[in-house]
């Protein structure tokens, strides 16, 4: 069943009364007119005519300005629906602008993908990890993940053994596959600069690294808890 707001309610109550002042109007034509034959008004002396012209006058002039007070106040109504509208639609945009912020929302965009591996000489540790993530961000990344589990502002990424990462509670093993949505080619740029950029540089200390850029890459939303203990408002 589809939900009635009270803005409808609203609406529909003050629809309904101009409808009953409207007929109001027709009723006091039609009765005066009924009540008063021609017979009569022909019996009528000039002074009571005339006053009964002026009351029927009267009656109409006071219902024809309820009808108009109905209508001024039907058009303010309007005015604030619309007004709460354009606030509401305002409201839900920066609620989705937030969720995106914060992580709660899955979504997509231009980006790359870098894939960190471990190899018979070399291991990837968290450090590896945390300076790529801080190489992005760097970058303008506007949302990271490492094996889809998205990294906000309070993911901690520490070791749990030789060959396991603990990244936001998960713990993960290698390959790393690190998203990033952002511009795909400065992303890129920053990353393959020759010898101090982090491909070549850890590439040549004999771990593995690959980067691949694309122009759809999908990162999933923070499955984890927020809990905020020392911030105030």
Do not use: H
């Amino acid at each position: 069943m589809k939900k009635i707001n009270k803005e409808q309610l609203v609406m529909g109550i003050i629809i309904g009364l101009v409808c009953i002042v409207l007929i109001c109007v027709m009723f006091v034509q039609f009765k005066t007119v009924e009540e008063t034959d021609i017979t009569a008004i022909e019996n009528m002396k000039e002074d009571e005519l005339r006053t009964t012209l002026s009351e029927w006058k009267t009656k109409y002039e006071e219902t024809y300005e309820k009808y108009e007070e109905t209508i001024a106040t039907i058009d303010e109504y309007n005015k604030k629906i619309e007004s709460s509208e354009e606030a509401s639609e305002l409201l839900d945009k920066e609620l989705e602008n937030s969720n995106l912020i914060v992580g709660n929302t899955d979504i997509y965009g231009e980006g790359i993908i870098v894939t960190l591996t471990d190899n018979n000489n070399q291991v990837i540790v968290a450090e590896d990890l945390l300076e790529l993530i801080n190489e992005l961000r760097y970058a303008g990344a506007e949302a990271i993940s490492i094996n889809d589990v998205r990294i906000i502002n309070t993911t901690d990424i520490v070791e749990v053994g030789n060959t396991l990462i603990m990244v936001g509670g998960q713990r993960l093993s290698s390959p790393y596959v690190v998203k990033a949505i952002g511009n795909q080619a400065y992303l890129s740029s920053i990353l393959s600069l020759k010898n101090s950029g982090f491909i070549d540089k850890y590439n040549n200390s004999g771990k593995t690294v690959t980067l691949v850029a694309s122009k759809k890459v999908e990162i999933l939303k923070y499955n984890g808890e927020t809990e905020i203990k020392y911030i105030k408002k």
